[in-house]
């Protein structure tokens, strides 16, 4: 795919979660530039149905198009496994989501098959990594039994900060502990969030592939783009531009969390530009620089 | 106040936490109509800004305004705390909020003076607990040390059904241990969500007041608007309309957990209808009876 190098690549959450996802397409693309949506007015879609995610999904993507940019990321898994096929039916451009790269990853990484996920309830019940694991392992006649548990209660344990709490360590136990009798050896962390809770989930799992969908994303984005960089990352804060519908509590304190260094306060857009004409937005605004 | 028994009272809420507002609505006046709105697609509310709080809360009331309610409870602690101004302003009919009510009764119950309050992140940020505390004990001439603590992972335990979990337990104790120091004898429950938690908050703080708003604004509305009913409530369900934002995950075990008896499943606006023209949804509707 010929890309062009101004164009920068778009990036979508519902909440500040996806930075751990940015921060992965930082290092691997550190010359590119970026646009991040995070829709902390409605975060978060975890709990919300079919209808009303692909609704805010498409209102995101549409504000991202208005920054001509050349590839979307839907950094949230709730709405990749949910709004993916309606976002791409919709967008002119290519859009990946966090789904497909992770269960690839999964089955590569699997020696025995045995693969757990953990995610939102709406991710879980939508089955959509059950499905892309299934399908990916059938085309290459692996064989793949997948678990699959919902852990609602781990991302307000991360807002809260509480990932070293006592009580954090009896929430992962009760979660992760029928993934030790069924002898996974891969577990797809299926929400942005959860990547800062590693070392938390390798307590109770040792030595298991932690497959880390920011990661696997970024990878997958990298070759489709056809990006080879040698540049580091040291000046890639200039180059990225944050925009949430709410003001964040502690915003840089997420950010230097999940990213490693601060960057500059989001801009704040609201619901009403998102429900309006959300892809008009980047050409009316004068704060914007693409 | 004059009030026309045919009008209903609009009930709103972030979500479905303020069912165990209107059950003390029902109990208290079981003639009455009610419609309840719960913004379940844009649930919590308790960690965004004022600016959002608003904007989201005058849209909800506009949406009940349209059923030509009498008055309107902001059954929200959130709203209540950082929207109830606003909502006076713009609104014809009374809205009573939460807050003034339960402080009236922290005040009128505590012998020492020391009162706590517990609630999301918003509401005690807002410090509003705290200002209507102390403004009514002035006005009285009572002393008054409150100490008010944020406890954002009470909602998620409630909504996770996890009220019986040692994780809950220990997440109590957590935020709830500095109330014994401070020999509180009465605690406002500053969210719908609390009175779930009674029991496990009572396991740590014996022999305390707890006042529940969903009560104390009760009593406040059937004093204003004059209301004395000698019927019991056992009819009630016919005569409540629930609207809510977005479908909602077993709605019917919450709604019998909340109000002690199930309701028929609430009928599901969107957002749009919200940011648009809210306050033309009922005249539009033909599944509306009001």
Chains 1, 2 share one sequence.
Not at 160 to 182: G, T
Not at 241 to 267: K, M, W, Y
Request: hydrophobic share 40%; net charge negative.
């Amino acid at each position: 795919m010929k890309t062009d190098a101004n164009q920068p690549i778009g990036v979508f959450d519902s909440g500040v979660g996806g930075l751990t996802v940015l921060k992965h397409l930082i290092q691997e693309m550190p010359d590119e530039q970026f646009v991040y949506l995070g829709d902390t007015a409605r975060v978060p879609y975890g709990n919300k149905s079919k209808q009303t995610i692909e609704h805010y999904t498409i209102q995101c993507i549409d504000f991202l198009l208005g920054f001509n940019v050349k590839a979307i990321v839907i950094a949230c898994n709730t709405a990749s496994a949910l709004a993916l096929e309606i976002a791409q039916k919709h967008s002119p451009i290519p859009i990946i989501g966090m789904i497909e790269p992770a269960a690839h990853y999964a089955i590569e990484s699997s020696l025995s098959g045995n693969i757990g996920i953990i995610g939102t309830r709406a991710t879980i019940h939508s089955q959509a990594y059950e499905k892309a694991i299934q399908t990916y392992a059938d085309t290459i006649h692996k064989e793949a039994h997948i678990t699959s548990i919902a852990c609602p209660l781990f991302v307000p344990i991360v807002e809260e900060d509480w990932v070293n709490h006592p009580a954090a360590l009896l929430i992962a136990k009760e979660y992760l502990s029928p993934l030790i009798s069924k002898k996974i050896d891969t577990l797809v962390l299926g929400c942005t969030h959860y990547p800062l809770l590693k070392e938390l989930i390798t307590n109770i799992l040792p030595d298991i592939t932690l497959i880390d969908c920011g990661y696997t994303a970024s990878k997958i984005m990298t070759k489709m783009l056809g990006i080879h960089s040698n540049q580091d990352s040291s000046s890639i804060s200039k180059r990225i531009q944050l925009f949430t519908t709410d003001t964040v509590h502690s915003f840089n304190v997420i950010a230097e969390r999940c990213l490693g260094f601060t960057l500059q306060d989001p801009i704040n857009i609201t619901t009403e530009v998102l429900e309006h004409h959300p892809s008009e937005y980047a050409k009316q605004s004068a704060s914007v620089k693409y």
